[in-house]
């Protein structure tokens, strides 16, 4: 049910109870962590986070992959699109573990989602939720098109989560395309 995606350096699967240990150890990470929950999430936590992931693809037909490294087939992170309850739009978002930082896999993991967001999903606008502070996201969402909103609270978890609220419209990601 989940769609394998490639780009040149990276392969887009489903996630699996394989990548748990890994996702555990990235969402421990206070640098990681930082701008998705404000702390670093338990195990437990990151267990419920897959698990919600993976839901995600039943309940809404797309969510997030997996994001491994072709030359060594390391799990580097995950890369998707989600867009909960009360959400302010169809998202694509990125997490990558820190050693996998500065080296444009985020931008190249998230223009294949994003690509697939409008290639599948009938939306005039794709967004991306970023912290104020959150300075690498904001160059990935510029590097993928998309341009800085709205200020919006975010409550996720019983927390309230400051986020500029990226975006891309369809027009202009065709445009891009060209």
């Not at 087939?73 to 500065?102: C, D, H, K, S």
Request: charged fraction near 25%.
């Amino acid at each position: 049910m989940i769609p394998r995606l490639e780009t040149e350096r990276l392969v887009l699967r489903g996630l699996t109870a394989g990548d748990f240990e890994k996702l555990a150890e990235f969402m421990a990470d206070p640098d990681v962590a930082r701008y998705l929950s404000g702390e670093p999430l338990t195990r437990a936590d990151t267990w419920r986070s897959l698990a919600v992931a993976l839901g995600h693809w039943q309940l809404r037909g797309y969510g997030v992959w997996a994001v491994e490294r072709k030359s060594d087939g390391a799990f580097i992170g995950r890369v998707g699109m989600i867009n909960p309850e009360g959400w302010p739009g169809l998202e694509v978002g990125w997490t990558l573990g820190q050693p996998y930082w500065g080296q444009g896999y985020a931008s190249e993991a998230a223009r294949a989602a994003l690509d697939y967001a409008f290639l599948t999903q009938p939306v005039e606008r794709v967004i991306s939720c970023i912290d104020p502070d959150n300075a690498a996201s904001q160059a990935v969402a510029t590097r993928l098109g998309e341009t800085k909103g709205e200020l919006r609270m975010l409550h996720i978890a019983g927390k309230d989560f400051p986020a500029d609220i990226w975006s891309i419209t369809r027009a202009e990601w065709t445009a891009r395309r060209r």
